[in-house]
């Protein structure tokens, strides 16, 4: 709701930027995205996070990417990223939202399950969610 900001500053440390929407099973020609969503009422750079992918079978990370580059996550905006804009902006899915940031080297999610995890700058787990091919669209419902 609309306090919801204020509400959840007193932890932001540990919860400020989360998994808004991530759909990780597209039709060819489609970009997959991963949203992410600052909480918190502080502005947060993504240079600092690093992305995460566990395996849900093995339970180990298979996946790591850390944008590296400097990008404002402002709090209530979220921001989609995608490895291909074009396709992105061009499909029916499309993030109708703030943000969109085009990472050529993110890593692609598997199509029927995975686990992926954002740590911040201190390697802390800022969030964590479970997908499986189940959920057309992976929301979070917190």
Do not use: W
Not at 15 to 34: C, S, T
Not at 46 to 71: C, D, H, K, M
Not at 74 to 89: N, S
């Amino acid at each position: 709701g609309p306090g919801t900001a204020v509400a959840l500053a007193a932890r932001a440390d540990s919860f400020d930027v989360v998994f808004n929407e991530v759909l990780p099973d597209v039709a060819e020609g489609k970009a997959e995205f991963i949203e992410l969503l600052n909480r918190s009422d502080h502005v947060a750079d993504l240079a600092g996070f690093t992305l995460t992918l566990t395996s849900a079978s093995t339970g180990n990370v298979t996946r790591e990417f850390r944008a590296g580059i400097p990008y404002l996550l402002i709090p209530g905006k979220p921001v989609a990223l995608t490895r291909d804009i074009r396709l992105l902006t061009a499909a029916s899915h499309a993030p109708n939202r703030y943000g969109i940031l085009e990472l050529p080297s993110l890593f692609i999610l598997p199509d029927e399950e995975g686990i992926l995890s954002l740590l911040n700058g201190d390697g802390r787990c800022t969030d964590r969610l479970h997908y499986s091919k189940s959920m057309h669209a992976a929301f979070l419902s917190q």
